[in-house]
């Protein structure tokens, strides 16, 4: 074929046209998943960052409830002194400070405490990507859980995690993937999370859901500097509440809506970008990426579609020169 | 006769040794890798838990690996018969270039041992793109080798073998074209679930399309790499009139490629980010000059057949699509307070993987009819065949 201008430009055309219907394909809206639902018997813990007193109960809970070893960082060796969540941590408080950090709760001159651990997503990014299911929803509870006997480590989870959770053991030839769970395995035998069990303030709560959801609702509705009963450990256990008085809240309540909502959700009186917990989109990671992958992959219609066209091609281009030709 | 033939020659080179000697010291990093743990050697951590065995060995390797991809959609396809001598070296160093990334792979993967699980039903998760990537990766293994087996029988099996291998070709050459134009696409899709955690200027739903687009343009490349590195080394007759006609379609894709993603700035309103984003900024211009080089290069006809020009147009497209693929992977990924920057074992362990490909290839262009042989005229075989569409140049 001579190297002729209208060759040159039928070459390009006909690129741009391919181009055109890839584009096409790759963001045709018709394919799009939604955000996935809250499961009918959801769980999850609501944290009230004004409510924490930093006693740290939690981690050690947390701790001895998952069977963890200490984390020890200072030349004596006798602190467990967990920096972050890591391979061998599933729950740590943090504290924000500025300036004097005398005031609790406060942005400026002010100090707050704050939980981190699994937000048990709605449409979790982990469950989306594990290419060997590892990582899973369960339907009824909507409990992420992680199981090492199918993991193959290829720490996607670690990578997609809008939150940084889930973490990798860099320092052992046969690591895991590690995050809290709920204390599923507590559960199990009808008791409920570490953490929400030995707050001493009732910070961290674990209840179904909907009931977090009202309780966050009821505490926006408090007037600030008033005394209210907070439940402790169980979002209904009333009868083992303490009073104390109403935090200055921010009207929001963290994981309602970020990445299509989350079983962890959050209170605070500091905004939570200060905390560690970023401004988020309400469509999930999972529906964009699940959305694109199978809206090119429908049915594998399209590969196949394309590989008869190929093979037709091949086995044209190929038969007549079989004498001694590749 | 065979149009291929081995280049003879002794193994035992310079270059040879050192290659031999790189992969011999990234074999003792990685039984420390499996002694101890990947952080023993890789500087990855759990803000970056990807570093450049993934983005490298992986990712830029299989684009670097495309040349056999481009080449046979060219001649089988497209049925551009003077474009077959070469074929043959491109699937060769495809062969090896894939090969080694499913071998990196493995020693990346934390819990290597349960490896088979994602390919096995119960396990498998069709969700998830890393699953579409590893299946199509290992298929593409296999057939690439199947591709190659016509120079195995040549050597060792003979004409009756080759004949019907020859009858049941097409079907390993058409996977050979659909399987890395699914997991090419796919390596751009496997970034789209990291959502906000990758800069805007590289976070894009047209990410399959850019990834596909510039490993095609990277496989034409590479093989016009290949071609002028073989022919100086081996004192061999320049193909630059043939590499000629290979540049315009390096020219055609990524003016595509230019066009879809600058296009797709402005439509998403993130032109701005071209100029506010500081060092990111500057990577991204970095990244679409070495992209554009190319286009200008190859644009003017009289600079086609110039093979310091051809070659400087197919490094920077190489370079262009190799930082691409690092920046979209490690550079505009990341968390508030979390750092990479590989470390000198994690960067001799790629080198050691690069020097076993070059070895590899060499080994086997000298052992194996790879090459179409250089008759006394000076002229390649493929050159004689098809004058007609040279001379009408």
Known sequence: MPFSRRNFLKGAAATGAAAAAAATVTVAPAEARENKTMPPKAVGLLYDSTLCIGCKACVVACREANDMPPEVQTADKLWDTPLDLSGHTLNVIKLYAEGTAMHKDQVKDGFAFVKKSCMHCVDPSCVSVCPVSAMRKDPETGIVSHHPEACIGCRYCVASCPFGVPHFQYDTPTPRIEKCQMCRHRQAVGQIPACAEVCPTGATLFGPVAGLKAEAERRHALPPGQSATFPRKTVDDLADGHTKAVGHYLPATYGEHEMGGTQMMLLSGVPFDKLGYPALSETSNASVSESLQHGIYKNMAAPVAVLAGLMYAAHKHTKHDGRDED | MSKHAPLGGSLVTRTTVIAAALFVLSLVLLAVRFLKGLGAVANINNGYPWGIWVAYDVVI?????????????????????????????????????????????????????????????GYANPNSVMFEVALCVACYCVVLWLEFTPAFAEKWGGPALKRRLNNVLFVFIALGCLLPTMHQSSLGTLLVVFGQLIHPLWQTRLLPLLFLLSALAMGFSIVIFEATLVTSAYKRPSEARILAFVTRYIVVLMSAYLLLRWGDLAYEGKLGLVFSSGGLSLMFWLENILFALPIVLMGPKANRVDERLQFLSAVSMLLGGGLYRIDAYLVAYGRPGWHYFPSVGELLVTLGIIALEVLAYIVFVKRLPVLHPVHASGETHAVERAPAALTTE
């Open chain 2, 61 to 121: 390797g299989t684009a670097f690996a495309c040349g056999g991809y481009a080449m046979a959609l060219l001649v089988y396809i497209l049925n551009k018969g003077k474009y077959h001598p070469l074929v043959r070296p491109a699937l060769l160093a495809s062969m090896f270039g894939y090969s080694l990334g499913g071998f990196s792979v493995i020693f990346d993967l934390g819990r290597y041992w349960n490896f088979w699980h994602i390919m096995t039903p």
